[in-house]
């Protein structure tokens, strides 16, 4: 695939354009004259700096992919067992915007028929898994597997439950239900 | 609206196109010529039977939604308290399948842009709300908001979280993180 000197800023547009029409419409809508639409540019330009529809949706969503688990580790900031945790979890249900979710949503519902974000999304959660397998690890906690599931549920929920009311709860709501969980965990 | 003799089973065949549609695309598939095509009809046929679009998407979801909240009562069984809540929430995340699950998730992004859809979710969730709010005053637990919240979260996590893996958790994967959500209730 050839690449021009500015190919980081193009891919990086490119990758805007996704996004926004995943965001607003789903991946499903993500296709390479949608994204030429938006970008004022024409669909041989798309394919020449990024490739086919597959090569777009992956390099716009490890890019997303790969800033957002910079941002986590961030948040994690090399703490380990229940801090870390902490940090981690808190990061995924209070700090990303409606977008972020948004864009999670149409992530994990466009995996079921599109083989290209089942993929990236897999990679993700392997890595999500393993982290948080680590720091509960160093937490002492006995029941590993349980805590793994009511912290992945928790985040889950926490993502849809402000949809599903129409708009966003507000971070002191999302962190009361947080600290329930804690409780429960006995972390 | 004009109605026919076998306007219920029409309306059902409707439904259940409409149903179908949205769970394999989203609601944003569902039109009255895909309605049509599905059913080997004329798009003049299903307007006549039922009406616009809007028509059709209100129909369709309304007679899903009355479907599952009489399923959630006979889970209730008339019970009040833990026991009835534990039917509730039960109900709600082992006994639907993925094509539910799906639904509600095509039901809470499609209501993000469709007031049709808004309406109708609205309408549940204020039945489910009160619901939950009376099942858990009946249990004597001091904090009402943040126990309903911790419960909706489940529900909505364990929904999501099976799509986010790729296929749905076991029954028995689920009854785990119900089990550590109860003893954080103390109920």
Do not use: C, K
């Not at 500015?6 to 419409?25: K, N, T």
Request: proline share 2%.
């Amino acid at each position: 695939m050839p690449r021009q000197v500015d190919s980081a800023e193009r891919l990086a547009a490119v990758g805007d354009a996704v996004v926004s029409i995943a965001v607003a419409a789903g991946f499903g809508a993500v296709t390479i004259r949608a994204v030429a639409e938006r970008l004022g540019s024409s669909t041989s330009a798309i394919t020449y700096v990024v490739g086919g529809r597959d090569e777009v949706l992956r390099t716009a969503v490890r890019r997303e992919i790969e800033a957002r688990r910079a941002q986590a580790e961030a948040a994690i900031g090399g703490a380990s067992g229940a801090a870390g945790l902490r940090g981690l979890i808190e990061w995924a249900v209070l700090t990303p915007g409606e977008r972020t979710h948004r864009l999670w949503l149409a992530l994990v519902l466009g995996a079921r028929t599109e083989a290209v974000l089942r993929a990236e999304l897999d990679e993700f959660n392997r890595w999500w898994d393993e982290r948080v397998r680590n720091l509960l690890a160093a937490t002492g906690i006995r029941d590993i597997a349980t805590a793994r599931d009511v912290l992945d549920v928790t985040v889950d929920g926490l993502v849809l439950t402000g949809f599903d009311e129409g708009s966003p709860w507000s971070a002191a709501r999302r962190r009361r239900v947080l600290d329930a969980m804690w409780s429960a965990l006995e972390l």
